[in-house]
DNA sequence: GAAAAAGGTAAAGAAATGGTTAAGATTTCA
DNA sequence: TGAAATCTTAACCATTTCTTTACCTTTTTC
């Protein structure tokens, strides 16, 4: 998933863009001024900069020259050629002119999207644990662990509801395991091979049974 | 000194860009029709292209799909909202309105010019690895290793995504491979050729497999 | 406390997946 | 058109992963 950041001091128009680009699926950041701005930005990495002209305290064509690196689509109410030229000259990946409709903002953002590479990770945690959705990576404590894609799978569940209990049936749907007769077996070899995993790298005991019905993930 | 092709076939219009240009200190290509415009491409390497959507026989748009990691800034004189989006998803980097002001046109060209590096080439890298999309090249280490066409779409995808899971599914998609039955084989053969070329000049094992799901490309 | 039920472990065989090679088909380019 | 480069297909092998089985331990129930 991609992260954009919206610079606006109008809430009303934020909100708007916000929920529009939360539909996309895109994650948002906010500020509304230039110096939260740039502090935003010195704390995280967005993928793209919306950047609206009128910004209380630093000016946004200040905020933009210390925008390094990350594209900035600059939106303005004034149509003036003259400030579209300065600013495209002066770092802005595009410029739009309000009102815009909302499909070409779209478009406009997958074009800058798509010279850049991902740099996103999507990042669960539960206690130690934490899976790097985007690698497929499990780390216990740090350390990486590599996983089948059917542990890969059962531990993803657990962590994604932890401390949560988690039936056995449950799981096998999720990992569907589709041979009807003998599936339970296999699960338990599967959760067997987990737990040994987990504990070659930490003492802890992450995964607890409950008996008779399923598993749960301790945050221990 | 950089070229930039025009394909218009209004040559009123087409002679008031290039002069346009010519005073801005670029050179200039012309083309009067979209067969033409594909001539032209297979011949010369601009490092922009200006595209009218209006054109005699092929349309903007074939014209566009044919163009590969060349910026087409594409002028129409259609304000359509769907028009915009269609060719800017299609490929365009920038969509200009007709009538528009010659001023913001250099700047919009500058813009796209600037993403390329001083020796007119956009290069992308992920460690030691090293695309330079106008070339189609890949630089392992410093050291150019010859690649066809498919081994370049995988290894540009691999490189946009570092370290992320690309399942082999998505890499299909991409490079369109488009035997739907046997196309994994083919890929597994692809997959094998680039590694060996990687393996050629360097010892470190850039792509990893993700077993049951696709390849990583680790940043070593 | 014994029997029954549920879960854990280890090992072996089965199945799936990826790597490699080579041959034939296709495309590209001179 | 003919040669070279590239892509696809298929076969075979190596490796990884999954399932099955057998046997063991732990918990529950009576």
Redesign the pocket.
């Known amino acids: 998933m991609k992260t954009i950041a919206i610079i606006d001091d109008d809430e009303y128009i934020g909100d708007m863009l916000e929920e529009l680009l939360r539909k996309e699926n895109y994650e948002v950041l906010r500020a509304y001024s230039g110096t939260e701005a740039l502090l935003l930005l010195s704390q995280h990495r967005p993928d793209l900069v919306l950047l609206d002209l009128m910004l209380p305290g630093l000016s946004g064509e200040e905020v933009l020259t210390k925008i390094k690196d990350i594209p900035v689509i600059v939106i303005s109410a004034k149509p003036d050629v003259e400030d579209k030229v300065k600013l495209l000259l002066g770092g802005a990946a595009d410029y739009l002119t309000k009102p815009f409709d909302t499909k070409e903002l779209l478009a406009r953002i997958i074009v800058q999207l798509r010279n850049y590479k991902a740099n996103d990770r999507r990042i669960i945690t539960a206690g130690d644990l934490e899976i790097d959705t985007l690698s497929q990576q499990l780390s216990v404590e740090g350390v990486p662990v590599?996983l089948?894609?059917?542990?890969y799978a059962i531990i993803k569940l657990l962590i994604m509801n932890p401390s949560q209990v988690i039936s056995?049936s449950a799981i096998l749907d999720r990992i569907s395991?589709?041979?009807p007769?003998?599936?339970?077996?296999?699960l338990?070899?599967?959760?067997?091979n987990l737990?040994?995993k987990l504990r070659s790298v930490s003492d802890k005991e992450y995964i607890e049974?409950i008996?008779?019905?399923?598993y749960k993930l301790n945050e221990v």
């Not at 007769?181 to 296999?186: A, G, Q």
């Not at 338990?188 to 067997?192: D, E, G, Q, R, Y």
């Not at 008996?211 to 399923?214: D, L, N, P, V």
């Open positions: 590599h089948t894609k059917t542990e056995k395991l589709d041979t007769d003998c599936m339970e077996s296999s338990k070899v599967h959760m067997s737990r040994k049974v008996w008779g019905i399923g």
